[in-house]
């Protein structure tokens, strides 16, 4: 049972909530006032959708109220009753997002959210009915109560097979009688394929291949054994091969070694020579040519090189105060030259082509000025006269030359009168007149031309004239300061003379320094070079003995390498190495000959055994295919006694079916109908398909379609609408209609109104009713709501408890 209902800007709801209770609730309203929206939402709420969403006729955002205020989203939230549990489900609808959240409570606590599709599927568990039942066996649309007459022939029965999940029975037979067909088509292919194969002769076929395999499996092992007998013989080649080439490592490492030591002797011999030679060309210089070497007179050297390093501190630090001497000079001297450079190069010659420039400025305004002559602005208003006269005069002269063409225009269009006096016009007037006229014209043109000419020449010559002026000034402007630059570029020049005799003073004075630096430094150089030898002769001494020790040491070593080169040579024998390779070299080819021998019996062999596999497995492949025929055989014989089996139960379900609504509509019918025309009502099969029919008096049964009136059709799709939710959902014992009362008269409605309060609490236990007949409000057994709402001012609606 529905307990109650909360809408948040649910289409025209902006803050409903309503509780149901047991017995006919009623929902009563004008024409678009919001009821119908609430069995919607009833359903949404259930279902996650309702009719016209489902239809298509509605997008889910449709339902987010947009007037008299756009709203972004709209909330469901729907609580109800069963098996002694309380639930409630809530949905939450967004723009542009769709069901953004749902969730689904028992007795208060969360047990699924918040994907739609879960939400849906708990719902439908505890009330169990899903939406397509709903809609069709208890929810019954606006206008809507004769849905199941509205279906065309043919449509009635799958429909109630659909509601009875009959229409799956059908689809299992369908499904098995196509796969019976498939079983029997794969049957046929099956035993084809078998038939195909000849087991005998592929049997025979297999076991010559497998003989083959296993003589090449036997030459095979032959091979193998010659390999291993080969490879032994390779392993002692490689092993003499292998010390052979040590010894001629060792041997080349020993020549090496051998050369090395040798060009070692060789070297520290020169060494020695050279220290000698070096020593008696000392002892020469210092009177004792005949003297032995001796390292007493390292002291002696010694003592002369100290003397020679305070001679060369001296002499450094005289040379390191010079060069500051030289590097202030030369740093002046610098300094010097780039100013002079400076403003030789920069000012001087600036100034002086300053200067040339403003002389041939100056040269050019005298030229012009004899060119022009002195008052060129008197020429120039004079000029501007004469152009005004010519101007003036061509001007009189396009006048009059306008004045005859037009007087030569109006003669040639008379006769008799002259135009222009008035007197008698004979054609030899006329005539002379004209060309008198032309003759004048003719000259009056030229007079223009030459007028034209005139004024071209003047306009031309004001034209130089105002150039001559503009150019006079600018020459004026540019030779005004001629003076002095003059005198600047000789004040700059004298100081130029000036610094440049400073220059030559300090370049003598730095070439002096230089020669007294260089002097110093051969002196320095010549010092350095003395202590620099006898260091060198001291060093020499002190190493003479050790050199002679080392000598005798690597000759001493020299020796013993050669002695060992020798007994290496004697292990290797000339050309053993050579021939130890060959044999090598000719056990791996033919190594490399038994390898292959090896693998094309083995290749043959596979390619053998492939052949005889393929020949088992073409056996096998039959044997089964007949094995498989058979079998699927006796499938497709099941699959057809399972086809007739459902065929049956269909029957049976429909006529059960058909058994139960026609029970419960004739409980109903005596209460719903207040005539006694037709006694009766059940649903018949006609064609194929089912019929509402009424029972006459006569006890004839007749089809509702067709013979019964408005009023009549009404009560008995109502009792049919009701019949069905008993039947076929009937742990809910619930009926929801919206405008029933279409096509009925007074008294059927009054009927109804008493069947609605009194009449189906035996059968129905909560009702839901949706009219703005006002008459039915006295139907209402639970709690009835009036929903106001004025469409013209966009207005949400209001619901009003009534009672």
Known sequence: MITKLRLKNWKSHEQSELEFSAGTNGLVGIVGSGKTSILDAICFALFGTFPKLQLKKLKVEDTIMKKPVAKTSAEVELEFETDGKH?????????????????????????????????????????????ELFSKAIYSEQNAIDYFLTLGKGQRMAKIDELLAIDRFEEARANSVKLANKLIERRLAKQSAADRVNVAEAEKQAMELQKAVADFDM?????????????????????????????????????????????????????????????????????????????????????????HAKKI?????????????????????????????????EKIARLEREFEEKLAAKDEFQRLRDRTGENVSDQLKDNAARLQRLVEEMAAAKARTSDLQEQMARLSTVEGVCPLCGSGLSSERKKMIVVEKMREAGELSEKARRLGDERAITEEKAYQLEAAAKKLDELVREIADLDMVNDELAKSRQTLALQSGSVERLASQFESLA?????????????????????IVASQMQEYDGQKARAAEMQAERERMHAAVEELEKQMPTGRLDEAERTLRALAAKE???????????????????????????????????????????????????????????????????????YTMNRLWQTLYPYQDFIGIRLGIEEGDYVLQLQE???????????????????????????????????????VLDEPMVNLDANSIKVLTSTLKEGIAEF????????????????????????????????????????
């Open 592 to 662: 490399k000959e038994l390898e292959m021998r090896i693998l094309s019996a083995q290749q043959l062999a596979k390619e053998k055994q492939l052949r005889a596999e393929e020949y088992g497995r073409a056996v096998a492949v039959a044997r089964k295919d007949a094995e498989d025929a058979a079998r699927l055989d006796r499938l497709a014989a099941d699959l057809k006694v399972f086809a007739e089996a459902l065929k049956q139960t269909q029957a049976s379900l429909r006529k059960e079916f058909i058994e139960s609504v026609n």
């Open 313 to 345: 501190s001296e002499m450094g630090d005289f040379l390191r105060s010079k060069q500051s001497e030289y590097d202030a000079s030369q740093h002046e001297l610098s300094v010097s030259k780039a100013s002079i450079d400076m403003l030789r190069n």
């Open 697 to 735: 008096r006569s006890l004839n049964w007749v089809n509702v379609e067709g013979v019964a009136s408005g009023g009549e059709r009404s009560i008995a799709c109502l009792a049919m609408r009701i019949a069905f939710a008993l039947v076929l959902v009937p742990h809910l014992r619930m009926l």
């Open 764 to 803: 129905i236990d909560q009702c839901f009713v949706i009219t703005h007949e006002e008459a039915l409000e006295d139907a209402i057994t639970g709690n009835l709501y009036r929903l106001e709402r004025d469409k013209g001012k966009d207005e949400v609606t209001r619901v009003v408890p009534i009672g």
């Open 515 to 535: 020669k007294e630096i260089g002097i110093v430094r051969e002196e320095l150089d010549a010092a350095t070079n003395e202590k620099q030898r006898l260091e």
């Open 87 to 131: 639930f409630a489900v809530k949905r939450i609808i967004e723009r542009d997002k769709g069901t953004s959240y749902c969730e689904f409570r028992e007795d208060g606590r969360i047990v699924e959210s918040p994907a739609t599709k879960n939400v849906t599927a708990a719902v439908e568990r505890a009330i169990k009915v899903d939406y």
């Open 219 to 307: 030459q095979r092992a032959m091979l193998k054994n010659e390999l291993s007998e080969l490879v032994r013989s390779m392993d002692a080649a490689e092993t003499e091969a292998s010390e052979l080439l040590r010894v001629r490592d060792q041997l080349e490492k020993a020549k090496r070694d051998y050369s090395g030591v040798d060009a070692s002797v060789a070297v520290t011999l020169g060494s020695i020579e050279r220290m000698e030679k070096a020593l008696k060309d000392f002892y020469a210089a210092a009177g004792k040519p005949d003297a032995d070497i001796s390292l007493e007179d390292v002291a002696a050297i010694t003592s002369v090189v100290e003397e």
